[in-house]
C-alpha cells in the first residue's frame, strides 16, 4: 500500500509519467520479453505487434492512478483482467517480474528525474495494483477445477464442421473426462505450438452448456503476418478429430445476467458465439423474457450458425437479421429482414427495461454503445465483448 507522502509524488509525478506511459510501456515490454523469453509463451505475439496489448496496460495504470481510491469504479476492469490473467495462468510470482521490468522501464525513459523517493513511490503503487488482481486472480484459481500446473488441460477433438466461409466449430472432449461448469458468455484459452514458442489465444464457448463436449467456433484469419503463422488457421490447417489441445478453465465477466428482465442480443460476424451460447441458454431454461437476436453479416454465406438460430424456438424472440450485401439467390424474410444495418435503428430497440449484450468488433461495438447511451440507456445496462484487448475507455 501506498502511504500518504507517496500518493502525492505519485500524484504530482502522474503527468510526467502519463505523458511518457506509451514510451515506458514498449520498453516494458521489450526488457520483459528480452530477459525472460519463455514468457513469449504466454504473450499474444500480435498483440505486441499491433500495440494492442501495450496500449491496453497503459491505459489500465492510467485508470487506476486515477481511480484507486475508488474502487469500485473500476470492478469491472480489475475482473476483467483478473479473468484474462488466469485463462492465460498468471502466477502470483510473476508480479515481482513484471513490478522489478516496469521500475526498470521508467528508470530507463524518465531517467536522472526518477529519484529514490519517486521510484519508491511508483513501485508502492504498482503492489496496490498487483496485490488487488492476486487476490482477484487466487479467488479465481481456487473456484475452478484442478488443472496441471500450467492452469491448462488436455482436450480431444471429436468433431470439426463448417459453420459459414472461413468459420468451423471445434467440439471437444476433455481427456480425463471433467468437464468445466461455465456462465454462457465465458470463453476458454487454447494454447499451440507455433515455431519456437507457444501462442495462446481465446475463444468464447458457443454451445450450450452440457454433459458430453464444449464447443468453440472459430474464424480463420484470411491475412496475416508471413512470419508467424495465425492460430485461427494453424488450427483449421493442420487439427483434425482425434488430434489434441491443451484448453483452459472458462473465464470471462462477459455472460448473462441471471435477472429475467428483457434482452437484446446484437452480435456481428464471429461476434456470435458468445450470444449463442447465451440464447440458447436462455432457450433451456424456457425464458419468458422479450429477447431480441440483432445479427449483422456479409450475406448467407457468412451468415454463422445460420440453420442452428433457425431451430431455436419457445421464446419470446423476434430476430432481426442484417446483410450487409446479400447475394442474388439471398430471399427476404427468409435468410435475412434488412439490408445493411444503420445504428439509428437502435432506437426501435432501445427501451429502458432491457439489458444489452453487444458483441462484435471494436468499431462496432463503440458505436452501439455511444449510440445507446445517446437514446437514454443506462451504461450498466449494456454488456459488451470484443475480441481482443480492452481499450479501457472509462467515462
Ligand atoms: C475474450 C475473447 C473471445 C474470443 N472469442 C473468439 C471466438 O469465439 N471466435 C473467434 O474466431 N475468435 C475469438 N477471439 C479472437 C481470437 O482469440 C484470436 O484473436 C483470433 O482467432 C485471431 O488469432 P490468430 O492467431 O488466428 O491471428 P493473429 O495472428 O493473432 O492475427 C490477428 C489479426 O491481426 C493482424 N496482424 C497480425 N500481425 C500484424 C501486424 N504485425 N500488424 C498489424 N496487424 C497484424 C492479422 O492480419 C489479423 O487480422 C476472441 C478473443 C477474445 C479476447
Ligand atoms: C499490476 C500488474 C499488471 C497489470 C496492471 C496488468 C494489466 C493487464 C491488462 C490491462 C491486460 C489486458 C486485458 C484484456 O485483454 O482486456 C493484461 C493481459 C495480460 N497480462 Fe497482465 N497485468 C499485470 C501483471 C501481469 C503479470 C504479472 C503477468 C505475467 C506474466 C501478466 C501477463 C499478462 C498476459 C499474458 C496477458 C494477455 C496478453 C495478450 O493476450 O496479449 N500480467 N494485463
Not at 124 to 144: C, S, V
Not at 234 to 253: F, H, K, M, Q, W
Request: net charge negative.
Amino acid at each position: 500500500m501506498m502511504n500518504s507522502k507517496q500518493e502525492t509524488i505519485v500524484q504530482n509525478t502522474l503527468p510526467l509519467v502519463a505523458e511518457n506511459l506509451s514510451k515506458i510501456i514498449d520498453k516494458f515490454y521489450q526488457i520483459l520479453l528480452d530477459e525472460n523469453p519463455a514468457l513469449k509463451n504466454v504473450f499474444n505475439s500480435t498483440n505486441q505487434k499491433t500495440g494492442l496489448q501495450s496500449k491496453s496496460l497503459a491505459n489500465a495504470i492510467a485508470v487506476f492512478a486515477m481511480n484507486y481510491n475508488n474502487l469500485n469504479a473500476i470492478q469491472d476492469m480489475i475482473r476483467q483482467i483478473a479473468h484474462k490473467h488466469c485463462s492465460v495462468g498468471v502466477t502470483a510470482e510473476q508480479y515481482t517480474i513484471v513490478g522489478t521490468t516496469l521500475l526498470a522501464a521508467i528508470d530507463n525513459i524518465l531517467g536522472d528525474i526518477v529519484t529514490e523517493e519517486i521510484r519508491d513511490a511508483w513501485a508502492a503503487f504498482y503492489w496496490t495494483f498487483a496485490d488487488i488482481l492476486i487476490k482477484t486472480e487466487r479467488e479465481l484459481y481456487l473456484n475452478t477445477p484442478t488443472l496441471n500446473k500450467n492452469q491448462f488441460k488436455s482436450f480431444k477433438i471429436v468433431n470439426k464442421i463448417a459453420e459459414a466461409i472461413n468459420v468451423f466449430s471445434l467440439y471437444l472432449k476433455p481427456e480425463d473426462g471433467c468437464l468445466y461448469d461455465f456462465k454462457p458468455g465465458q470463453y476458454v484459452s487454447l494454447k499451440v505450438k507455433l515455431g519456437e514458442y507457444e501462442q495462446i489465444r481465446q475463444y468464447s464457448l458457443s454451445d450450450i452448456q452440457n454433459q458430453e463436449y464444449i464447443r468453440i467456433t472459430i474464424k480463420r484469419e484470411e491475412n496475416y503476418d508471413s512470419d508467424s503463422m495465425a492460430v485461427s488457421n494453424y488450427i483449421y490447417d493442420n487439427l483434425a478429430v482425434g488430434d489434441t489441445l491443451d484448453i483452459s478453465a472458462p473465464y470471462g465477466t462477459f455472460v448473462l445476467n441471471p435477472s429475467p428482465s428483457n434482452i437484446t442480443f446484437i452480435s456481428a460476424g464471429v461476434g456470435i458465439t458468445p450470444v449463442m451460447s447465451m440464447l440458447k441458454t436462455l432457450m433451456h431454461n424456457q425464458g419468458k423474457q422479450k429477447v431480441n437476436f440483432i445479427y449483422l453479416a456479409e450475406n448467407s454465406e457468412h451468415h454463422v450458425f445460420k440453420q442452428e438460430l433457425k431451430s431455436i424456438q419457445g421464446l419470446n424472440l423476434n430476430k432481426f437479421i442484417y446483410y450487409r450485401s446479400p447475394l442474388v439467390n439471398d430471399v427476404i424474410n427468409q435468410d435475412y429482414n434488412y439490408v445493411n444495418f444503420d445504428f439509428n435503428d437502435l432506437q426501435k430497440y432501445a427501451s429502458q427495461d432491457m439489458e444489452y449484450y453487444v458483441c462484435a468488433s471494436d468499431s462496432i461495438v463503440n458505436k452501439i454503445n455511444a449510440t445507446l447511451t445517446s437514446l437514454g440507456i443506462d451504461k450498466n445496462k449494456i454488456h459488451d465483448e470484443i475480441f481482443q484487448p480492452d481499450g479501457w475507455i472509462i467515462n
